[in-house]
């Protein structure tokens, strides 16, 4: 039971350039979130999905596109990377339930923009 | 939006000694949530609070949840080094998402 997996661990990008984070998670949970996590300042809702084939956004979804084709995946794009997006990315899946919507996290993705 | 406000953003104690982190708020929550980041690794859930009042105990750590449910608090008695990390109260809205204070960073000197 690997819980949310996430890929890759490190990127370099230069500025302008694409890429996309996956997050997968085995736990048939309905929702999945991505977060980014710079110094002091915790960590920001990027974007999120309430279940397959849907999306909404986050506190700071500038920049950053998402798909939730299946349950079980939720995919992070950057168009054109800038480095104000150096970051430490985490996607997080939970089971809203009993009043309760308990995070899981991924491991997290360490991306520099040069 | 709604926002918490955790303080203080970074604490040094000595081994043995107490610690308390503080989340507050000016609009009334339904529930909080507390995460422990270890250095270099993830957030992991500790626990929630959904009533007024409510004070829940694990080992070592103490959870409040105001009268009012507009703050939190978690106190560690007698520190280890293994409590070293970053301590995060984060809060449901209506929407599912889960929005997270920024932080109070623990450092616990041997």
């Known amino acids: 039971n690997a819980g949310v997996t996430q890929t890759p661990k490190f990127r370099v990008l230069k500025t302008g350039q694409s890429m996309t984070l996956l997050c997968a998670q085995d736990m048939n949970h309905e929702y999945m979130y991505w977060y980014r996590q710079d110094p002091g300042m915790g960590l920001r809702l990027i974007h999120y999905?309430?279940?397959?084939?849907t999306t909404a956004k986050g506190e700071v979804p500038d920049g950053y596109n998402v798909s939730r084709l299946k349950k079980q995946n939720f995919l992070l794009g950057l168009e054109s990377a800038a480095p104000s997006q150096t970051s430490v990315y985490f996607c997080?899946?939970?089971?809203w339930g009993n009043g309760a919507n308990v995070l899981t996290f991924g491991a997290g993705s360490r991306l520099t923009v040069l | 939006g709604q926002q918490v406000m955790q303080i203080p953003q970074y604490q040094h104690v000595q081994e043995g000694e107490d610690f308390t982190t503080y989340c507050n708020s000016s609009?009334?929550?339904?529930?909080i949530q507390w995460y422990k980041q270890r250095p270099g690794g993830h957030p992991v859930f500790l626990i929630q609070l959904v009533k007024s009042g409510e004070v829940k105990k694990q080992k070592r750590l103490t959870f409040q949840f105001g009268e009012a449910k507009k703050n939190s608090s978690l106190h560690i008695t007698a520190t280890q080094t293994t409590d070293v990390g970053t301590y995060f109260c984060?809060?449901?809205?209506?929407?599912?998402?889960?929005?997270f204070g920024s932080g109070t960073q623990l450092t616990v000197l041997p």
């Open positions: 999905s309430v279940g397959e084939g």
């Open positions: 997080a899946s939970s089971h």
């Open positions: 609009t009334t929550l339904s529930n």
């Open positions: 984060a809060f449901s809205g209506s929407a599912r998402q889960l929005t």
